[in-house]
């Protein structure tokens, strides 16, 4: 489990020091701000719809390195996928960083459904993380939805 949780740590950090994805995008049709207050984290996240499916998604902003990697791995996650998808995704994602730690059976299920994305299983056992892991998550379900802004608070 040490050798996972290392894993995981390595693949945090690489996501951090080097953000895909990290671009304005001039031909996005939504965008969405968003604000950690609690740690001073903000992130812009930029969508391109084509119909129903994500064609492009990027972001910017500045944050610690467990926000940075999630926006980073959110955008891989989400690009072709339609709207309902991501919907459905952005609730397994939610519901692994903000799960009981005790609850490790819950966890290995919903890890296996979130494939890379479940390198974030070990931030629910850290509750000031969880809003840093969340952010971007909730800010671009914000542009999905139309809204300007999203906050963790």
């Known amino acids: ?29 939504r965008h969405a701000d968003g604000h950690n207050p609690l740690c001073g984290d903000r992130v812009t996240v930029y969508l391109h719809l084509a119909g129903d499916v994500i064609e492009d998604v990027s972001f910017k902003g500045a944050g610690c390195s467990i926000s940075t990697a999630s926006a980073s791995m959110m955008a891989d996650a989400l690009r072709g996928k339609s709207v309902d998808e991501v919907r459905a995704l952005f609730d397994r994602f939610h519901d692994l960083v903000t799960s009981d730690p005790s609850h490790a059976a819950d966890q290995l299920d919903a890890s296996s459904e979130l494939g890379k994305l479940a390198v974030f299983s070990g ?11 969340s952010l971007p998550w909730h800010t671009m379900k914000a542009a999905l939805e139309g809204a300007a802004r999203a906050s963790t608070e």
């Not at 489990?1 to 049709?29: C, G, K, T, W």
């Not at 629910?124 to 892991?133: T, Y």
């Open 123 to 133: 931030v629910c056992e850290f509750p000031m993380r969880v809003k840093c892991a």
């Open 1 to 29: 489990m040490n050798d996972l949780r290392e894993l995981y740590q390595e693949v945090i950090l690489d996501h951090s020091r080097n953000p895909r994805h990290f671009r304005e995008m001039p031909e996005a049709n």
